[in-house]
Nanobody, 121 residues
Framework: VQLQASGGGLVQAGGSLRLSCAAVGGSLTCNMGWFRQAPGKEREFVAAISRRGVTTPYTDSVKGRFTISRDSAKNTQLLQMDSLKPEDTAVYYC????????????????WGQGTQVTVSS
């Protein structure tokens, strides 16, 4: 199973983007999540959602602005990003794991390719 992320782009501060991550090549009954990595920084946990739709607490910097959701029938997860800030600029990665849904990147089994999000001031 491969994860394919899409929806990144360039947006002005205060704008919105919606990232999508599709599981291709099979069904993915896993917890799913998003990380991001800005230039020169470590990969950072953003959000995660369980197979049953229970969300892990968002990282503080995105609380109230980002919303994770999933459509299990379509094997996809979404990250709605509102009120974007320049500090949200990063490459965003989608992840999946049969058991884990925490903030440690090394614990996640499946990774998609990144999608660039750039927020201009």
């Amino acid at each position: 199973v491969q994860l394919q992320a899409s929806g990144g782009g360039l947006v002005q501060a205060g704008g919105s983007l919606r990232l999508s991550c599709a599981a291709v090549g099979g069904s993915l009954t896993c917890n799913m999540g998003w990380f991001r990595q800005a230039p020169g920084k470590e990969r950072e946990f953003v959000a995660a959602i369980s197979r049953r739709g229970v969300t892990t607490p968002y990282t503080d910097s995105v609380k109230g602005r980002f919303t994770i959701s999933r459509d299990s029938a379509k094997n996809t997860q979404l990250l709605q990003m509102d009120s974007l800030k320049p500090e949200d600029t990063a490459v965003y990665y989608c992840t999946a794991d049969p058991n884990y849904r925490g903030s440690e990147p090394q614990a996640w089994e499946y990774w998609g390719q990144g999608t660039q999000v750039t927020v201009s001031s």
